[in-house]
C-alpha cells in the first residue's frame, strides 16, 4: 500500500541564531496525499545540520526527529492518526520511517508503520500498517 505526496508548505527557521555551532532548525511543513490515504498531514520537525550546502538544500546532510498528525481517510474510514518520525536525510535521500503512536476516530486502534520514497517527481509514502477490524 502506498500514497503519493505532495508538499504544499516547507517553512524552516533556524532554532538560534545567536548560537551558530547549533545547527538546529524547526521546520512546519503540510502534506496532501492522494491513494490509500487521502486527507492533509501536518508535520513539525527538529534538523540538525551535520553538512550544508547553501546552494542547493537537497545536498545537505540532516538529523531528522518530528511528530507527523493525517486527517483524512485509509481504506474508506475516516479520522486522525499521530506518527513519530526519526533518521536522516542524506543528499537527496530520506531515511525517516514512521511509526503510529496515537489515532482516533473511524481509525482507532490502526497502528503501524511508513516509510518514505522519492523516485523522480513522485513522493510516496510506502505504508506498513496493521489491520484493524
Do not use: C
Amino acid at each position: 500500500m502506498n500514497a503519493t505526496f505532495h508538499v504544499t508548505k516547507w517553512d524552516e527557521q533556524t532554532a538560534d541564531e545567536q548560537k551558530p555551532e547549533f545547527s538546529v532548525n524547526r521546520v512546519q511543513a503540510e502534506y496532501e496525499l492522494e491513494g490509500d490515504l487521502q486527507g492533509k498531514a501536518w508535520i513539525e520537525y527538529l534538523l540538525y545540520y551535520l553538512e550544508s550546502n547553501k546552494e542547493d538544500g537537497h545536498l545537505a546532510t540532516a538529523r531528522i526527529s518530528g511528530f507527523l498528525l493525517f486527517e483524512g481517510q485509509y481504506k474508506g474510514k475516516t479520522g486522525t492518526f499521530t506518527a513519530a518520525e526519526k533518521g536522516i536525510f542524506d543528499k537527496g535521500l530520506l531515511d525517516s520511517p514512521g511509526m503510529i503512536i496515537k489515532s482516533s476516530g473511524e481509525l482507532l486502534g490502526l497502528t503501524g508503520s511508513y516509510q518514505y520514497d522519492f523516485v523522480g517527481e513522485d513522493s510516496k509514502l510506502i505504508l506498513d500498517f496493521k489491520d484493524y477490524e
